[in-house]
């Protein structure tokens, strides 16, 4: 019920309120996604997950010329809002040289995004661009996982692909990754 709910809300152009019926579907989900990304982070940087959740469903909520396909794809959306929202904080924020211990990434845990680790967040967002120009679907599949907190089936769902084909992206797309930001790819 609540997929076509949110899909109901988002398409409709001419409902004034739409902003204000879909925010308190989506925030929780939103939020839990922004949490687990500043999980490990001290208290009091600058960018908060409440921020983050905020900025990316407003820039989601006002693209009127996106044909909304259901939940997953709010999310899968959602999670390239918030990959460009902590991307372009890291840049304007970040004052430390390309280096120090960032190739040290596992993406299975929680990747720190604060301005002290900016470079982590331009170093993963670099890699993941060179992913796509080599596979583009592994390439979502990282930034659906790490940065939409999207489970696996849900990423098969909104790929059309099976779960096997996502957890075999998942893995590969991992190892690149590891090698491109310790430079031996």
Do not use: C
């Amino acid at each position: 019920m609540e997929k076509n709910n949110i899909t109901q809300i988002l398409n409709s152009k001419t409902d004034k309120d739409r902003t204000d019926k879909i925010y308190p579907l989506v925030y929780d989900n939103l939020h839990l996604i922004s949490e687990k990304l500043f999980q490990r982070e001290r208290a009091g940087h600058t960018l908060q997950p409440t921020l983050l959740v905020n900025e990316a469903f407003m820039n989601l909520v006002d693209e009127d010329s996106i044909e909304w396909q259901g939940r997953t794809h709010f999310y899968a959306l959602g999670a390239r809002a918030i990959r460009r929202i902590l991307v372009d904080h890291a840049r304007t924020k970040n004052t430390a040289k390309r280096g120090g211990d960032w190739h040290k990434v596992d993406l299975e845990k929680t990747v720190a995004f604060s301005p002290e680790r900016g470079d982590m967040a331009l170093a993963l967002d670099e890699a993941i661009e060179h992913l796509k120009e080599k596979h583009e679907r592994q390439a979502t599949v990282v930034e659906l996982k790490f940065f939409g907190g999207m489970k696996m089936q849900e990423i098969a769902d909104e790929l059309g692909v099976s779960i096997k084909t996502v957890e075999v992206d998942w893995t590969v797309a991992k190892q690149w990754i590891k090698m491109f930001l310790t430079k031996e790819v």
